[in-house]
């Protein structure tokens, strides 16, 4: 089969690979129909998530139908039509009892960081990911939602990840009705979040990003006010006095690793590793919210450690809270919101490409370049 894989820091392409087969019982193999590009694979590309193996495959947002099936698999059949949460998980451990299935202890059982993940390196398992022909999804009747026969593909791929994703993000923010809240990053997890707060009842959201057509995409999205930090000042000093001068009740940076707006967290984060990437985000967010407020981390940072801001955290009496998407408690919540028509979750995509294009896919998305914010491959054509 064909399929995207990492050859390096900046670079991928698409290659022969060996068709997935059933490993385990609980195993199916999906055709993939859509696969979407993250701002997480964008950590992979840049060479900054470790234990990135040459020829891994990427992707961990995808639909497929199923093509083969293990003997222990009971709810799925050749022939249905799934999205998969991109966390890998056992649906049995401690974690996944309680609902944490993207904390699973059973789906990376040499880490006790990270579970699971598709396509992203061995850190997460070393699964394959979905941006390719065929995928081999594991614990087949834990992950996959069946898709509503009357509902596209594209209609529901992102509740593979940002839209639950962004929907952690506002419940992490406890946003119950009125909360005036700031989303760093507007870019797909950002947007998502910011339409989720509307949905729990904010009474002020404000998006911070400094790529003017994002911000304009994020007005027009998700109806919210925005800041472009690169035009002010300084961005805390702004925000606290756009909010009567103590902050907004709640930050979420959607932003993670790869921030933009600090030097010096860039030289030690980005370029010397001293940090596991650019926690600028986390200390604007803990600097802007107001005393009491709080802090909801969904942008991705390595272990194992930062340079953050406890100190003012712990004064102000912050709440900072934050993880990984338990993705697949969303999904049923969140397929309804998509079928009522309270979120357009398909609205975000600007780009589609074949496969074969996907090297060209990954460096648009990543210098932000022709206004994208989503791109979504088509392994098998428009099917
Ligand atoms: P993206 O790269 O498309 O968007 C990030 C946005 O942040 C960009 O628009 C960029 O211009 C902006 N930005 C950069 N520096 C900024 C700053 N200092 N302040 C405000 N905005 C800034 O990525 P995405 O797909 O939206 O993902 C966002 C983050 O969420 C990534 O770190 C990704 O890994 C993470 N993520 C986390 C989970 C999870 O389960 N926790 C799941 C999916 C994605
Ligand atoms: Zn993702
Ligand atoms: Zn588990």
């Given at each position: 089969?064909?399929?995207?894989?990492?050859?390096?820091?900046?670079?991928?392409?698409?290659?022969?690979?060996?068709?997935?087969?059933?490993?385990?019982?609980?195993?199916?193999?999906?055709?993939?129909?859509?696969?979407?590009?993250?701002g997480?694979?964008?950590?992979?590309?840049?060479?900054?998530?470790?234990?990135?193996?040459?020829?891994?495959?990427?992707?961990?947002?995808?639909?497929?139908?199923?093509?083969?099936?293990?003997?222990?698999?009971?709810?799925?059949?050749?022939?249905d039509?799934?999205?998969?949460?991109?966390?890998?998980?056992?649906?049995?451990?401690?974690?996944?009892?309680?609902g944490?299935?993207?904390?699973?202890?059973?789906?990376?059982p040499?880490?006790?960081v990270?579970?699971?993940?598709?396509?992203?390196?061995?850190t997460?398992?070393g699964?394959?990911?979905?941006?390719?022909?065929?995928?081999?999804?594991?614990?087949?009747?834990?992950?996959?939602?069946k898709?509503?026969?009357?509902?596209?593909?594209?209609s529901?791929?992102?509740?593979s990840?940002?839209?639950?994703?962004?929907?952690?993000?506002?419940?992490?923010?406890?946003?119950?009705?009125?909360?005036?809240?700031?989303?760093?990053?507007?870019?797909?997890v950002?947007l998502?979040?910011?339409?989720?707060?509307?949905?729990?009842?904010a009474?002020?959201v404000?998006?911070?990003?400094?790529?003017?057509?994002?911000?304009?995409?994020?007005?027009?999205?998700?109806?919210?006010?925005?800041?472009?930090?690169?035009?002010?000042?300084?961005?805390?000093l702004?925000?606290?006095?756009?909010?009567?001068?103590?902050?907004?009740?709640?930050?979420?940076?959607?932003?993670?690793?790869?921030?933009?707006?600090?030097?010096?967290?860039?030289?030690?984060?980005?370029?010397?590793?001293?940090?596991?990437?650019?926690?600028?985000?986390?200390?604007?967010?803990?600097?802007?919210?107001?005393?009491g407020g709080?802090?909801?981390?969904?942008?991705?940072?390595?272990p194992?450690?930062?340079?953050?801001?406890?100190?003012?955290?712990?004064?102000?009496?912050l709440?900072l809270?934050?993880?990984q998407?338990?993705?697949?408690?969303?999904m049923?919540?969140?397929?309804?919101?998509?079928?009522?028509?309270?979120?357009?979750?398909?609205?975000?995509?600007?780009?589609?490409?074949?496969?074969?294009?996907?090297?060209?896919?990954?460096?648009?998305f990543?210098q932000?370049?022709?206004?994208?914010?989503?791109?979504?491959?088509?392994?098998?054509?428009?099917?």
């Open positions: 089969m064909r399929a995207l894989t990492y050859q390096g820091p900046y670079r991928v392409q698409v290659e022969q690979k060996p068709d997935p087969r059933i490993e385990h019982p609980q195993d199916v193999v999906l055709k993939v129909t859509r696969a979407a590009i993250c997480s694979d964008l950590h992979l590309l840049h060479g900054l998530v470790p234990d990135t193996r040459v020829g891994c495959t990427f992707g961990h947002e995808f639909t497929g139908v199923v093509e083969e099936v293990g003997k222990e698999v009971a709810q799925l059949k050749k022939g039509r799934v999205v998969v949460p991109f966390n890998i998980s056992c649906g049995t451990c401690f974690y996944c009892q309680r944490l299935t993207g904390n699973c202890e059973n789906s990376n040499g880490s006790d990270a579970s699971g993940v598709y396509g992203y390196s061995h997460t398992g699964f394959d990911g979905g941006q390719a022909e065929y995928v081999r999804v594991p614990f087949a009747d834990v992950g996959p939602m898709i509503p026969d009357d509902m596209d593909d594209e529901v791929l992102f509740l990840d940002i839209l639950p994703t962004g929907y952690q993000a506002a419940e992490m923010g406890e946003i119950k009705g009125g909360e005036t809240v700031v989303v760093f990053g507007a870019g797909p950002g998502f979040a910011m339409k989720s707060a509307w949905l729990m009842g009474g002020r404000v998006a911070v990003d400094h790529v003017p057509y994002r911000l304009e995409f994020a007005r027009k999205f998700a109806n919210v006010e925005t800041v472009n930090f690169k035009e002010v000042g300084d961005i805390v702004h925000l606290k006095e756009m909010f009567e001068g103590r902050g907004p009740d709640v930050c979420i940076d959607a932003v993670g690793m790869e921030a933009e707006g600090s030097r010096a967290h860039r030289v030690l984060g980005l370029g010397l590793k001293l940090e596991a990437g650019a926690p600028t985000v986390i200390e604007w967010c803990i600097n802007t919210v107001r005393k709080n802090v909801s981390i969904i942008g991705v940072y390595g194992p450690w930062n340079f953050v801001p406890i100190g003012t955290a712990m004064n102000k009496g709440t809270r934050m993880n998407a338990n993705t697949r408690r969303y049923p919540h969140l397929l309804e919101h998509i079928q009522k028509g309270r979120i357009d979750a398909k609205g975000i995509i600007t780009h589609r490409f074949p496969l074969e294009q996907a090297p060209d896919a990954y460096h648009l990543a932000k370049r022709d206004g994208c914010v989503k791109c979504v491959l088509m392994p098998h054509g428009h099917a």
